[in-house]
């Protein structure tokens, strides 16, 4: 190259305007199954150090969406979600709408603040059965998170179990009678046992109880000593509003009182007739489930659920519709916290339709 030639390139390397290099959405993170063999949950880790994960959502909520509609049950770990206000643009974020208040409850809980509450307060060394969350409301929601801000030194995980899997197992003739007749859900409060009405209904006013009994189809019956009585009838199985998939999305076992651990339910039955029990189901029509029943329902979640350990910072974002989640017993601290979101309001014509798909 002569001297002329050699100056006009290098004259042209100062021209050259430097290319921003454009990293695919896509490629800052990986998605894969967090447990060999397994299908649920599948974790979503970063692969850029650093990477800030509200940021990342705010450009991917159709990713997001398009993954749960896929898994169902989303676990992001390493992004260090570790406080409540982290929590809570997570869910604003990835969700539409306000999140949903912890009304007409059916487990100790507190507000932390702005709709994320406590995940439960019952005693460290009481396990909770697995469920959907709000199935004997008449609206609950479709998205559920769960976020560790702090893990218990042993124990503590939130175990999950898919739901249409659970309604697969269940043999076809239980099924179609559950679809039938639905479940009845009978309450008593204030007896002096399980949650009082007043924190149940969060309030003091016996009058915004009734109204709002009334406006969720809730029988209720006010007895001596202000006590309270209620019976709702709901559906046992539910089709998913994306999918139409068919679901089993009832409270039936988890409220029955012969699926409380010892030695609370034989003090329960000590203590109590079963027509003033705190919590117990029913078919629809008022006659018991059927031990036996109740058995293969027990079997059905014991076959399908997944447990996993908690990290700090985790969150687990749920279908709350396809995919039910519990709590194992555990020692030490243990601070996990919830929120709600997008409400799906029921209605007695959908109820008939799941009844009679």
Known sequence: MNNITQKQSLGDLGKIKRKT?????????????????????????????GLNLLKWAQNNQET????????????????????????????????????????????????????????????????????????????????????????????????????????????????ERFMEKKVLYVRNYNDGFGLTWQTVFQTEDKNVVDEYCRRNQIDFEW???????????????????????????????FFHISTLEEPMKSALLAEFKEEDLPNNTYYGDGSPIEPSVLDELRAAYQQEK???????????LLDNMSIAHGRESFVGARKVVVGMAEPFSNSNTYLEGAANS
């Open 21 to 49: 290099v454009k990293v695919s959405q896509s490629e800052l993170i990986e998605v894969q199954p967090l447990l060999p063999g397994k299908n649920i949950p599948v974790v979503i880790k970063p692969v850029v150090e």
């Open 64 to 175: 997001i969406e398009t993954l749960l509609l896929q898994y169902r049950s989303l676990l992001f770990r390493d992004f260090h979600i570790n406080t409540t206000d982290l929590f809570n643009e997570f869910i604003k974020v990835t969700s539409t709408g306000e999140l949903l208040e912890y009304r007409d409850r059916s487990s100790p809980r507190h507000e932390i603040s702005n709709k994320i509450y406590t995940s439960t307060d019952y005693p460290a060394e009481q396990r909770i059965f697995l469920h959907n969350e709000g199935t004997y409301w008449l609206t609950w929601p479709l998205k559920i998170y769960f976020g560790c801000l702090t893990a218990a030194s042993q124990g503590g995980e939130t175990p999950i179990a898919d739901c249409r899997n659970i309604f697969q197992r269940i043999d076809p003739k239980i099924r």
């Open 223 to 253: 007895k001596e000593n202000e006590r309270l009585k209620t019976r709702q009838i709901r559906q046992a199985v539910a089709k998913h509003p994306k999918t139409g998939e068919m679901i089993w999305f009832n409270h039936a076992t």
């Open 306 to 316: 997944i447990t996993f350990p908690w990290q700090l910072g985790d969150v687990l």
